[in-house]
Nanobody, 126 residues
Framework: QVQPVESGGGLVQAGGSLRLSCAAS????????MGWFRQAPGKEREVVAT????????YTAESVNGRFTISRNTAKNLVYLKKDKLKPEGKAVYYC???????????????????WGQGTEVTVSS
């Protein structure tokens, strides 16, 4: 695999929950921190959560106020983003990406991540 593949997006009502999945097989991704990011129309891409290679440490952006949880299943080469108590944010594309240059760190900026998936669209209605 040369690129992460996101899935699980769709329509959901505010207050509901959703789990996104990121398939990222191969040593490049297995040895790298992974992150979830989102981008709404007309806005800059922003970090949502990141997780280290082993899955033992993670970072979650303050903007999600603890409502989102990132996790990693190393055996299945999957990275998840569990989203709870969704706000009526409208449409946004969620991206999964790898930080291949600093495998022993856990960074949380968009620029730190260098291999990106195509994204999966999520729409939260009011």
């Amino acid at each position: 695999q040369v690129q992460p593949v996101e899935s699980g997006g769709g329509l959901v009502q505010a207050g509901g929950s959703l789990r996104l999945s990121c398939a990222a097989s191969g040593p490049t991704f297995a040895q790298s921190p992974m992150g979830w990011f989102r981008q709404a129309p007309g806005k800059e891409r922003e970090v949502v959560a990141t997780i280290n290679a082993s899955g033992g440490s993670s970072y979650t952006a303050e903007s999600v106020n603890g409502r989102f949880t990132i996790s990693r299943n190393t055996a299945k080469n999957l990275v998840y983003l569990k989203k709870d108590k969704l706000k009526p944010e409208g449409k946004a594309v969620y991206y999964c990406a790898a930080d291949t240059s600093r495998p022993f760190l856990l960074r949380y900026t968009v620029s730190a991540y260098d291999i990106w998936g195509q994204g999966t669209e999520v729409t939260v209605s009011s």
